[in-house]
């Protein structure tokens, strides 16, 4: 059942589409990763969601209605940048979401915030950026709420912060909620994500579970005797999602099938025939920056 | 038990493949006894800091390849034919790891007569005969 | 009320309440030092030395005691009636070359002074027990409300410029958030008019009777009062609102603008150019809470005065602007994005 369902969705600012016909379903009880460079649409995706900003087109509903003010008391939210009142203690914001939800629990955001360090007697502008995104992380993990929606929780913490945060969300996970996040630190989507969707220029690039996307999607590379090869038909294949020749070298990037593309580029007359793995950082940089993914697979397949 | 398993999310390995092939070898090793319990899903997820259903379906595998069996309420145990599948899982994963090697070794052009004798050669450094005898 | 909006007002209320401890602290020593000479019985005693001054005592039968000072040389007859608690009731009469040449009605606290001329006899009324000049006081608590009002003014720019990720997050709708941010600031602007009037209440009754007397003008004045500051709030809340981005200009220039504007509706029209200028000021001044203001009017007799078709058409319009300026601002609010 998805918990969230975004249909086709458009965002413009002036004229240009920051967001331009997403859609994506978020089925409940997934810890779901939303990656795209600067610039995608994420956050902008995100305001759209939250009714923070009105969209130019398409939907979003949640349990399949659209969102009204009660739908709050399920969602907990952490904004990309601090949007703590500067002026008032970090017992104040405590005090200011106790009231504001009925599903705060003031004691564990103090369990929260000490586990993150922060004195919750200072006032938010003497706190670091790491510490005010602390801050808003624990206000909201300190929520019993069945959906959050992070945008970057882990800016500005330190790699210890950043653990603690990613076992947050892998707790929620256990408990069943669902968790929607959008993170450049690519090995935290990696741990804590079942399923992730690429974002770029406001459209949806990729999508699917992050185990099957490893699984599927290899590199199958040969080199061939001479510069005037065929590919016989190979790069036609469905599977086949991005074809890269470069002189006598050539890459196949597989959404499957492997083994079997790899026997038939050796049947082609391809020697040194191999299949490399793809991380989740490889996947994604295939998908919105070709050219450096290629050079970034090379170098590390050199280096072992 | 944790400390036995790790996994590396940024291999292009999948997490749960990592996890199904770690018990496996520790199965066959005899770090994993028949009848030990395993962490449930919920634990070894905290532990590792993956994604529980992750963990769940690497269970579930697991247990479709008979290595566990998990009943409701009690957890999830090593099967006792599960250890003594130990020596066709390591014949597996010797297998595994063989195709891995002779297709690298292939791909650099390598003839079968070269293959063999760097193979002979390996064996010797890795089981000595002295050692053996 | 918004908790947020609260704690902003109640930091500020904390700072109203020193300034206005300092000043009722400033007060105890001023009247100290000054009501010597303020008091009627300096003048009383001076009269009692000259000689030739024929001072009779008596005691009425409701306990007030009178004295009757007769200056015969001087021609100046003065009856001092003493009530105790209740204050002193003095009549004087005196030739109108030692007096001035107004009929005048001066109050300073609860002592008032009248005087009033008939061929070339004056005669001066003082009566310690006047009641609290509310007019004056609410005069002084609406420049404090204004101060307040300023300061307070801004609450949903202040959440426009970059709090809307919290504030629109919450599960009640805009309306309820904007209502209760205004609530908020309502009550400390209310809070802070009574503040004031306490304070210089507590300066008067320190030293002599402060009698409280809620009709007719007083409590004109204090409708007014209350009713003013919110309205020029709820002005600036819809100006700040519209601005977000400049809000604290919008804080800072409006009083200034308003002044000035103010000022070009009563420049001398003697030239076309003038004319113009006049008539816009005159125009742009009609949306203004302070054009409306008005405590009382002193009629021809220098009396203070308060019609009730003048109080009833200003109090309309201030709450006419409080509803509508609030109306403006929220509207803004509902369409905001963040």
């Known amino acids: 059942m998805s918990i969230i369902t975004i249909s086709n969705l458009r965002k413009a600012y002036g004229g240009f589409p920051a967001v331009d016909g997403f859609s994506l379903e978020i089925p409940e009880g997934t810890v779901f990763g939303l990656l795209g460079p600067n610039g995608a649409g994420k956050t902008t995706t995100f305001k759209c969601m939250l009714n923070l900003a009105r969209p130019s087109g398409g939907s979003i509903l949640f349990y399949g209605k659209p969102l009204v003010p009660e739908t709050f008391e399920s969602i907990a939210y952490v904004p990309e940048r601090s949007v703590l009142y500067e002026w008032m203690t970090v017992n104040e914001h405590v005090e200011m979401t106790r009231r504001a939800f009925t599903s705060f629990d003031p004691v564990r955001a103090r369990e929260l915030l000490a586990q993150f360090n922060v004195d919750p007697r200072k006032r938010a502008r003497d706190l670091s950026k790491g510490m005010k995104t602390a801050v808003m992380v624990a206000l909201a993990f300190a929520r019993n709420v069945k959906i959050m929606i992070l945008d970057e929780p882990t800016g500005g913490l330190d790699p210890v912060n950043q653990r603690h945060v990613l076992s947050l969300m892998i707790n929620e996970a256990a408990k069943g909620n669902t968790v929607l996040f959008s993170s450049h630190q690519i090995g935290q989507v990696e741990r804590a994500a079942e399923r992730i969707a690429v974002m770029d220029s406001g459209k949806l690039i990729l999508e699917g579970l992050v185990d099957d996307l490893k699984g599927d999607r290899k590199i199958v590379e040969g080199i061939f005797p001479d510069i005037g090869f065929t590919l016989d038909g190979i790069a036609n294949d469905a599977r086949v999602a991005r074809t890269e020749r470069t002189e006598r070298i050539v890459r196949l990037l597989v959404t499957g099938g492997a083994e079997e593309i790899a026997a038939r580029l050796s049947g082609a007359g391809a020697a040194g025939v191999r299949v490399l793995d793809l991380n989740l950082e490889d996947i994604f940089l295939y998908a919105v920056s070709p050219a450096t993914a290629t050079a970034d697979v090379v170098a590390k397949e050199s280096s072992t | ?133 | 009320m918004n908790y947020v909006e609260w704690l902003r007002v109640r930091n500020f209320l904390r700072i109203v309440v020193i300034v206005l401890a300092i000043f009722v602290g400033l007060g105890i020593i001023l009247r100290v030092s000054v009501s010597r000479y303020m008091s009627p019985d300096v003048w009383v005693h001076q009269a009692m030395m000259h000689p030739g001054v024929k001072v009779t005592h008596a005691t009425l039968p409701d306990g007030t005691q009178r004295t009757i000072i007769d200056d015969l040389a001087q021609s100046t007859h003065a009856v001092i009636d003493d009530h105790g608690y209740a204050g002193k009731h003095i009549v004087i009469t005196e030739p109108s070359s030692r007096a001035h040449h107004e009929d005048k009605q001066v109050n300073v606290g609860s002592i008032q002074v009248f005087e009033n001329h008939s061929g070339n006899m004056t005669t001066t009324v003082i009566d310690t027990n006047g009641a609290v000049p509310m007019v004056y006081y609410m005069l002084l608590a609406d420049i404090v409300a204004i101060i307040v009002a300023t300061i307070l003014a801004a609450p949903l720019a202040r959440e426009i410029d970059g709090h809307l990720e919290i504030t629109l997050t919450k599960p009640i709708t805009r309306l309820r958030y904007a209502l209760g941010a205004i609530g908020a600031d309502v009550a400390g602007i209310v809070a802070a008019s009574f503040l004031t009037v306490l304070a210089f209440y507590l300066c008067q009754l320190l030293f002599e009777s402060a009698r409280l007397d809620f009709s007719g003008l007083n409590s004109r004045a204090i409708v007014m009062g209350l009713a003013f500051p919110l309205a020029w709030y709820a002005m600036l809340c819809a100006g700040t609102t519209w601005l977000h981005r400049s809000y604290i200009w919008v804080l800072v220039f409006t009083l200034p603008i308003a002044a000035f504007v103010g000022v070009l509706t009563i420049i001398p029209t003697n030239s076309v150019v003038a004319l113009f200028v006049h008539d816009v000021a005159w125009v742009i001044s009609r949306v203004d809470p302070l054009t409306y203001v008005s405590f009382a009017q002193p009629n021809e007799h220098g009396l203070l005065t308060y019609s009730d078709s003048n109080f009833t058409l200003r109090l309309s319009m201030q709450i006419l602007f409080f509803v509508a300026y609030s109306a403006l601002a929220i509207f803004k609010w509902q369409r905001v994005e963040a």
Do not use: C, H
């Open chain 2, 1 to 133: 038990m944790p400390a036995v398993l790790t996994v590396d999310p940024r291999s292009g390995v999948p997490i749960y493949l990592q996890i199904i092939e770690q018990v496996k070898r520790s199965v066959a090793l005899g770090v994993l006894q028949a009848g030990e319990q395993l962490p449930t899903v919920k634990q070894l997820a905290i532990d590792l800091t993956v994604n529980p259903n992750t963990v769940a379906r690497a269970y579930r595998d697991l247990e479709r390849e008979q290595v566990i069996e998990t009943s409701p309420g009690r957890g999830s145990f090593v099967r006792a034919d599960g250890v003594t599948q130990a020596p066709k899982v390591a014949a597996e994963i010797g297998r595994d790891a063989l195709d891995v090697a002779l297709r690298e070794a292939k791909s650099v052009g390598l003839t079968r007569d070269e293959l063999r004798r760097l193979f002979e050669a390996a064996v010797e450094r890795w089981f000595p005969t002295t050692e053996e005898a």
